[in-house]
């Protein structure tokens, strides 16, 4: 992933959106394109920063506290990265059980502990809403990382980012335009809050078309479809990838969630639903990319890994990249 200089996002240096200092991130509602144009912009200085020095102070003497409720590798891993990787330090609470909470304290007093000791808190909880009710307890920063199957914001941005990086081209020549494609969202979109998050973010662009395909128990909420249709764009519904997947730019593939059915007996029957493997693949473009936001199960065969179009892992980078924009931003320094 070369970086290219000056910055696509932000070609004359502009500076428009700084204005993030002290809030709270909670949904992707929250974002217009320009704030996108901005967190880009951030995110791409600071992979050059990375690239060049791998470590830096801007964030010295700042603490982050993560707390997940709920199982998480990527998030959990690349917010640490993200702040130590600006000179900060982490307050890791990745097993509740061994916190208060089993003693059954409620979100809003860990909340308020925890910003005693912290001057911005992640969360990740399982259930919808719970970001804002931290965000009301606190004073400090709530950043959500996923609150049941509500939403993912940061990684509906770190996904955009990834699009942007891979495939954003506007007709000005910056990268902060996505024109004329077909992102194609496959698998668990009526519990998977990353593909909420990402349908709404992509509404705020003009000119993309939105595939959804998903078992009939499986479908994108209609109150996601109806948020995403008031913006300029178009969207569809499908059982089969076979007619959309010539046509697709971005493949968004993601894992049926296992955890959030209430009959197990319904998860057994869609578990194994769609399989992307190198046969498959054959009718797909060559300059089309293939993202989940993993962990992947079944539904993405590790045959096609190396495949240049298998765009999943470099997504992860990416959200290093992205999560550390956002934790500069809202402590002030961006
Ligand atoms: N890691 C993502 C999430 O937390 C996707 C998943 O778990 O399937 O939502």
Same mark, same amino acid.
């Given at each position: 992933?070369?970086?290219?200089s000056p910055?696509?996002?932000?070609?004359?240096?502009?500076?428009?959106?700084?204005?993030?200092?002290?809030?709270?991130?909670? &949904?992707?509602?929250?974002?217009?394109?320009?704030? $996108?144009?901005y967190?880009?912009?951030?995110?791409?200085?600071?992979?050059?920063?990375?690239?060049?020095?791998?470590?830096?102070?801007l964030?010295?003497?700042?603490? $982050?506290? *993560?707390?997940?409720?709920?199982p998480?590798?990527?998030?959990? !891993?690349?917010?640490?990265?993200a702040?130590?990787?600006?000179?900060?330090?982490?307050?890791?609470? *990745?097993?509740?059980?061994y !916190? &208060?909470?089993?003693?059954?304290? &409620?979100?809003?007093?860990?909340?308020?502990?925890?910003?005693?000791?912290?001057?911005?808190?992640?969360?990740?909880?399982?259930?919808?809403? !719970?970001?804002?009710?931290?965000?009301? #307890?606190a004073?400090?920063?709530?950043?959500?990382?996923?609150?049941?199957?509500?939403e993912?914001?940061?990684?509906?941005?770190l996904?955009?980012?990834?699009?942007?990086?891979?495939l954003?081209?506007? !007709?000005?020549?910056?990268?902060s335009? $996505?024109?004329?494609?077909?992102v194609?969202?496959?698998?668990?979109?009526?519990?998977g809050?990353?593909?909420?998050?990402?349908?709404?973010?992509?509404?705020?662009?003009?000119n993309?078309?939105?595939?959804?395909? &998903?078992p009939?128990?499986?479908?994108?909420?209609?109150?996601?479809?109806?948020?995403?249709? #008031?913006?300029n764009?178009?969207?569809?519904?499908?059982?089969?990838?076979?007619?959309?997947?010539?046509?697709?730019?971005?493949?968004?593939?993601?894992?049926?969630?296992?955890?959030?059915?209430?009959?197990?007996?319904?998860?057994?029957?869609?578990?194994?639903?769609?399989?992307?493997?190198?046969?498959?693949?054959?009718?797909?473009?060559?300059?089309?990319?293939?993202?989940?936001?993993?962990?992947?199960?079944?539904?993405?065969?590790?045959?096609?890994?190396?495949?240049?179009?298998?765009?999943y892992?470099?997504?992860?980078?990416?959200? @290093?990249?992205?999560?550390?924009?956002? @934790?500069?931003?809202?402590?002030?320094?961006?």
């Amino acid at each position: 992933m070369p970086t290219s200089s000056p910055n696509p996002y932000l070609p004359f240096g502009e500076n428009k959106h700084a204005d993030w200092y002290g809030k709270d991130i909670i &949904s992707v509602k929250q974002f217009n394109r320009k704030d $996108l144009e901005y967190i880009f912009g951030v995110a791409h200085e600071m992979r050059g920063m990375v690239e060049r020095v791998g470590t830096f102070d801007l964030l010295k003497g700042k603490i $982050l506290a *993560n707390l997940f409720y709920e199982p998480s590798t990527r998030t959990s !891993s690349s917010f640490t990265a993200a702040m130590e990787r600006l000179g900060g330090s982490v307050i890791p609470i *990745n097993e509740v059980k061994y !916190s &208060s909470v089993t003693k059954g304290e &409620s979100l809003s007093d860990t909340i308020r502990t925890l910003e005693c000791y912290a001057d911005v808190i992640v969360l990740r909880h399982p259930e919808t809403g !719970s970001a804002a009710i931290a965000a009301k #307890a606190a004073k400090k920063p709530i950043i959500n990382a996923g609150d049941g199957i509500g939403e993912h914001p940061t990684q509906a941005l770190l996904d955009t980012f990834t699009i942007m990086e891979e495939l954003g081209r506007s !007709s000005t020549g910056t990268r902060s335009g $996505l024109e004329n494609l077909t992102v194609t969202m496959l698998g668990d979109l009526k519990y998977g809050r990353t593909v909420h998050s990402l349908a709404r973010l992509l509404s705020l662009f003009d000119n993309i078309k939105l595939n959804y395909v &998903s078992p009939d128990i499986l479908k994108m909420p209609k109150e996601v479809m109806d948020e995403v249709g #008031a913006g300029n764009i178009s969207q569809a519904e499908y059982s089969s990838l076979e007619k959309v997947l010539p046509e697709t730019d971005v493949l968004y593939v993601t894992r049926v969630q296992k955890e959030r059915f209430e009959d197990p007996a319904d998860y057994e029957k869609v578990k194994g639903a769609y399989v992307i493997e190198p046969g498959m693949m054959k009718t797909a473009k060559q300059n089309m990319i293939v993202m989940h936001p993993l962990p992947r199960v079944t539904e993405i065969s590790m045959d096609f890994d190396d495949d240049p179009r298998a765009a999943y892992f470099r997504q992860m980078e990416y959200g @290093l990249y992205v999560r550390m924009a956002l @934790l500069a931003m809202v402590l002030g320094k961006a």
